[in-house]
C-alpha cells in the first residue's frame, strides 16, 4: 500500500535511479533488480488460473493456424474439391463455392488476422508511447499539438478512412495492418501522457536530468520502465480490438482484399450460406470469438498480475 | 452554461476545418473521378473536360476545397459522380441515408442503456451472486464477439422462426431483409406489427456490445456508490434497502453511463454500418461502400463530414450531460 497516486504502476520503484549512483557496477545492480519485479509480475500471471486457461487456447489456436498447414492434406490454394461438399473426415468444415476446404482456408485466415493484429498492436502502442510520453514530459507546444491531433483522429470515423487509403494503395494485409494501427495509438497516448505527467514530477527524474540525461534518456530508461505494466495490459486488449476492426473492415469489403485474406473476409464470402450450410460460418466466427476472448482475458490477467494493490492471486 | 457550448463549439470548428480538409485530400487522392468515363467507347477529350469543369477538378487542391467548403455551408453538397446514380444530390442522399441509421442506432442505444443500467445495478447488489456470475461472463462473451457476426446469426434464426411461423399459419414477422417501407399506412396494429418485425433483429444485432459495456460500467459505478459514505449514512438512519439503493446510490451511480453512452456514439455508428449491411438496409453503410467502390469524392465527403459533426456533437452533449448531473461539475 505504498502507493496509491499511480495505481496501474508497478509501483515506485526507480530503478535507474539507484543505478545512477553506483556508476560502475550500476548495471548489472539495475539488472538483477528489474528481474526480481519481472519474477513477482510472472509469478502472479502464472497464477492466474483463467489467464493461463485462455493463454493456452491461444497457444493452440496459434500452432494450429501457422503450423497446421503444414499436416493439414489440403492447400488454400487447391479448389479441385466439389463445391459445397458438406462435413466429412475428408473436409471436416466442407467447402466453399469454388471448392475450397473450409478447413485450410480457416487456417490461412487465422494466420493473417493474427499477424494483423499483432503489427497494430505494436506500432499503435510504439506510437502512442512515443507521442504521449513526449507530451506528457516536454509539455506546452508539443502537448498541444500531439493532443489536438488526438481529437482530430477520434472525430474522423476510421472506418471510411481506412477504407479510402486501403482502396487508393492497396488491400494487402500490411497495409490493412498499417492503417489500423494509425487509428489505435489515441488511447495509449492519452494514458502514457497522463502517467508520464505524474512520473515527471518525481525526485528521480529530476536526478537523472540533473546528471544531463536527455529527453530520449529520461523517456526511455526512466519513464517508460515505470509505466511498462499499462503499456503492456494496453498492448494486449489493442491485439484483441484489432482483429474485431480488421474483421469488421474487411467484412463490409473495404479491408483485406484477395489474394491475401483473413477472418473477416472468410465470414463475408461465406454468410449467405448461413441457413443452409451452418459449419461455413460457424467454423469462422468461432475462431474470432476465442481469439478476443483469450486475449481480453489474457490483458485481464496482466492488469491483475502488474498491480501491486491487487490481493486476488499471492505472488 | 451556455457560453461553456458556444466556447467549445467556436473550439471545434478549426478541428472540423483541418479535419475536413485532410479528408479533402485524402478523397482527392482516391483516385480519378473521370476514368470511367474516359474509359467509355465514344467519348472524347471536350466531354472529359466538359466534365472535369463542371466538377471543378481541373483546378489546384486549395482552391478545390475553398470552393467545396464554401458552397458546402451554403447548403450545396454537390452531386454524385458514380456511374447509375444519374448525378444524384449529395445532401439528400446522405441525409436519407442518415436518417436510417439514425433510427436504428438511438433504437439500439436506448434499449442497451435501459437493459445494461438494469442489469448492471442487479449484479452490483447482488455482488458475487450466480446472476452477477451469470452477467459478467455474457458482457465478456459479447466484448469479443464482433456485432456483424452477431447480426448473421440472428438473422438466421430470424429466418427459421419466420418459417416456423409460416408452418403454424401465420404470417411472417420478422423482415431480415430491408428498412421499413410505405410509411404509417394501415390499422395501428400492422404498422406495429411491421414495424417490430423490422427493427427487432437489427436493434439486438447492434445493442449487444453497447449492453455489455453498460452493464460493466453500470455495475463498477454503483458499487462504488454503494460503499460510500452517504450511503452508509442513509443505511445508519434506518432507510429502506429499496429506498437506499434507488433513491440515495442508483441516482449518483447513473452518472456515469450516461456519459458514457454519449460518448460511445461514434462506434455504435460504425456498429451499425456492419448491421445494415447484413440485414440490406440502405443506410450509411450502402452509402460508404459504394462511394469508396465507385471513387464518388462528393458523396465521401458529405458522409465524412457528417459523421464527424455528429461525434463532435455528441462529445459535447457528454461533457453538458456530465456537468449536468453531478453538480460538483461546474462548467468554465
Excluded at chain 1, 502472479?44 to 499436416?71: E, I, K, N, Q, Y
Excluded at chain 1, 505494466?229 to 474483421?247: K, Q
Excluded at chain 2, 444485432?205 to 449514512?233: C, G, K, N, P
Aim: glycine letters at 8%.
Amino acid at each position: 500500500m505504498a502507493d496509491v497516486t499511480t495505481p496501474t504502476t508497478p509501483g515506485p520503484r526507480p530503478a535507474s535511479a539507484t543505478a545512477a549512483g553506483r556508476a560502475g557496477s550500476g548495471h548489472e545492480f539495475d539488472s538483477a533488480k528489474t528481474r526480481t519485479q519481472g519474477q513477482i509480475v510472472l509469478r502472479r500471471f502464472l497464477r492466474h488460473r483463467l489467464a493461463m486457461t485462455s493463454f493456452a487456447v491461444l497457444v493452440l489456436l496459434v500452432l494450429f493456424a501457422f503450423a497446421g498447414p503444414l499436416f493439414w492434406s489440403f492447400s488454400y490454394e487447391d479448389s479441385s474439391s466439389g463445391s459445397y461438399l458438406a462435413p466429412s473426415g475428408a473436409h471436416p468444415l466442407g467447402t466453399t463455392e469454388v471448392g475450397k476446404d473450409m478447413l485450410a482456408l480457416l487456417m490461412r485466415g487465422t494466420q493473417y488476422s493474427i499477424e494483423i493484429a499483432l503489427v497494430v498492436s505494436l506500432l499503435a502502442t510504439a506510437m502512442g508511447v512515443v507521442l504521449g510520453a513526449l507530451a506528457g514530459y516536454l509539455r506546452g507546444f508539443v502537448d498541444a499539438t500531439v493532443m489536438r491531433l488526438v481529437d482530430l483522429l477520434l472525430i474522423l470515423p476510421y472506418i471510411a478512412v481506412a477504407a479510402i487509403i486501403i482502396r487508393t494503395v492497396s488491400g494487402s494485409w500490411y497495409m490493412v495492418a498499417l492503417v489500423l494501427a494509425l487509428f489505435h495509438w489515441m488511447q495509449i497516448a492519452r494514458i502514457t501522457r497522463a502517467e508520464t505527467l505524474s512520473l515527471a514530477q518525481r525526485e528521480f527524474v529530476e536526478a537523472a536530468r540533473a546528471c544531463g540525461a536527455g529527453t530520449w534518456r529520461i523517456i526511455f530508461k526512466h519513464l517508460v520502465p515505470n509505466m511498462i505494466g499499462s503499456i503492456t495490459v494496453n498492448a494486449t486488449l489493442t491485439v484483441a480490438t484489432a482483429v474485431l476492426a480488421e474483421a469488421g473492415l474487411s467484412f463490409i469489403g473495404l479491408g483485406v482484399q484477395l489474394p491475401d485474406t483473413s477472418l473477416g473476409v472468410i465470414v463475408s464470402e461465406n454468410y449467405p450460406q448461413v441457413v443452409q450450410r451452418p459449419w461455413l460460418f460457424w467454423g469462422p466466427f468461432l475462431v474470432i470469438v476465442l481469439i478476443s476472448l483469450t486475449i481480453n482475458f489474457i490483458g485481464d490477467g496482466l492488469r491483475d498480475a502488474f498491480d501491486p494493490r491487487q490481493t486476488k492471486v499471492r505472488a | 452554461m451556455i457560453r461553456y457550448i458556444i466556447r467549445r463549439l467556436l473550439i471545434s470548428i478549426p478541428i472540423l476545418l483541418v479535419g475536413t480538409f485532410l479528408s479533402f485530400v485524402l478523397v482527392a487522392s482516391l483516385g480519378d473521378p473521370l476514368s470511367e468515363l474516359r474509359a467509355k467507347p465514344g467519348v472524347t477529350e471536350a466531354d472529359v473536360q466538359a466534365l472535369a469543369q463542371s466538377l471543378g477538378v481541373d483546378k489546384p487542391i486549395l482552391v478545390r476545397y475553398w470552393d467545396w467548403l464554401t458552397s458546402f455551408v451554403q447548403g450545396d453538397w454537390g452531386t454524385s459522380v458514380a456511374l447509375g446514380q444519374a448525378r444524384a444530390d449529395v445532401y439528400t442522399v446522405v441525409t436519407d441515408a442518415l436518417w436510417v441509421t439514425a433510427q436504428l442506432v438511438i433504437f439500439a442505444q436506448l434499449l442497451a442503456l435501459v437493459l445494461g443500467v438494469a442489469v448492471g445495478v442487479l449484479a452490483a447488489v447482488r455482488q458475487y451472486s450466480i446472476f452477477d456470475y451469470t452477467a459478467t461472463s455474457l458482457a465478456f462473451l459479447a466484448f469479443s464477439m464482433p456485432v456483424f457476426c452477431v447480426a448473421i446469426i440472428l438473422k438466421s434464426y430470424g429466418i427459421q422462426f419466420n418459417n416456423l411461423l409460416t408452418s403454424m399459419g401465420a404470417d411472417r414477422w420478422l423482415t431480415t431483409a430491408g428498412p421499413p417501407t410505405g410509411g404509417f399506412s394501415g390499422g395501428f396494429g400492422e404498422v406495429i406489427f411491421k414495424y417490430s418485425g423490422t427493427f427487432l433483429l437489427p436493434t439486438l444485432s447492434l445493442m449487444l456490445i453497447s449492453f455489455a459495456a453498460y452493464s460493466r460500467f453500470q455495475r463498477a459505478s454503483m458499487l462504488e456508490t454503494l460503499h460510500s459514505d452517504y450511503v452508509r449514512t442513509a443505511r445508519a438512519k434506518g432507510l429502506s434497502q429499496g429506498r437506499v439503493i434507488f433513491r440515495h446510490a442508483f441516482r449518483n451511480a447513473l452518472i456515469p453511463v450516461v456519459t458514457l453512452a454519449a460518448l460511445n456514439v461514434g462506434q455504435v455508428f460504425t456498429g451499425a454500418i456492419m448491421t445494415e449491411q447484413v440485414f440490406g438496409w440502405n443506410g450509411m453503410g450502402s452509402v460508404l461502400v459504394s462511394a469508396v467502390r465507385q471513387y464518388d469524392p462528393n458523396m465521401l465527403m458529405g458522409w465524412l463530414v457528417v459523421v464527424a459533426i455528429s461525434v463532435v456533437v455528441f462529445n459535447l452533449v457528454a461533457d453538458v450531460l456530465y456537468a449536468y448531473l453531478d453538480p460538483r461539475i461546474r462548467l468554465g
